[in-house]
């Protein structure tokens, strides 16, 4: 059973993740490093030292300071074919760094002025992932899951064939899942306040939008429970035999038939 709160992909995974797919970058910058205080200070230095030493940053394992560095690479030679490098190697910075809205904010940059480049695919992925980060649990505001929700799609929208729309298919799921959580939060809070038709109406959603998720046997119990307490047990016995017909072995039906028993034992179905 998939739990309601979603794993977070580690900083080292998701580099691992880049370093597979940056063959794509062609990033062969060779390692010098520097440790002076003014690293990220406005200092003119010709794009290779500079994209340099920010690819330095980063593999010794301070992406903050390499996405500064990155950004720098842009500021200073605009026109170079380095920046454009840059400016999605300051994304992913922002990404290993848990700046999750400014690795979003640089992949858009990136896309806006390139969007036909081949590593506009990256670009996508990142930001989805971006979002997906920032998942919380399902007590709270679940705006972000809704944007991880459309990102993720729209990178198996855009990409359908490559190794980015199959890891996003996947965390879809994983998103869903944690939706329906909400959507049964949210009825079974109506049902402990004896607002039936509302707990009733959050149920359903997890039926008609969720239904390959963890949470579809309990709805059906929830909605076969919303049923009885409503007055309408024909319903609910309809309910209680598509659990029994999807899940036959589960616990939610074995709940779901005793409350039929006790409540609906004479109701014929038409």
């Known amino acids: 059973m998939i739990a309601h709160s979603l794993p977070s992909a580690s900083p080292r995974k998701a580099r ?12 062969s910058a ?38 500064a560095l990155f950004d720098e690479v842009e500021r200073q030679h605009p026109y170079s074919p380095w920046a ?11 990404y290993v760094a848990r700046d999750y809205n400014k690795a979003i904010a640089s992949a ?31 007590q709270r505001d679940q705006k972000i899951t809704e944007q991880a929700q459309a990102a993720l799609r729209e990178v198996v929208r855009r990409f ?31 049902q402990r306040s004896g ?25 059906l119990y929830r909605l076969t429970e919303s049923s009885l307490a409503l007055g309408v047990p024909v319903e609910a016995k309809k309910y209680a035999a598509v659990l029994g017909a999807n899940y036959p072995g589960s616990d939610w039906y074995e709940k779901a038939y005793e409350l039929i028993e006790d409540h609906a034992a004479n109701v014929v179905v038409s």
């Not at 454009?84 to 922002?94: G, H, N, T």
């Not at 480049?117 to 997906?132: C, F, G, T």
């Open 195 to 219: 607002r039936w038709l509302a707990a009733q109406i959050r149920f359903q959603n997890v039926i008609d939008e969720f239904q390959t998720t963890s949470h579809t046997p309990e709805a």
């Open 30 to 67: 060779c390692a010098t490093t520097s440790d002076g205080p003014n690293d990220t200070a406005y200092v003119a230095r010709d794009v290779e030292t500079l994209y340099t030493e920010a690819k330095s940053r980063l593999d010794r394992g301070n992406p903050t300071v390499a996405a």
């Open 16 to 27: 691992f993740a880049f370093l597979a797919a940056g063959a794509a970058l062609a990033l």
């Open 108 to 138: 858009q940059r990136f896309l806006s002025i390139h969007p036909g480049n081949k590593d506009a695919p990256y670009a996508y992925y990142l930001i989805a992932l971006s979002y997906y980060e920032q998942i919380s649990d399902v």
């Open 160 to 190: 359908p064939n490559t190794s980015y729309a199959a890891d996003a298919s996947l965390k879809i799921d994983l998103v869903e899942d944690h939706l329906a959580g909400k959507e049964m939060e949210i009825g079974r809070f109506y």
């Open 84 to 94: 454009r490098r840059a400016q999605l190697m300051s994304a992913f910075s922002y």
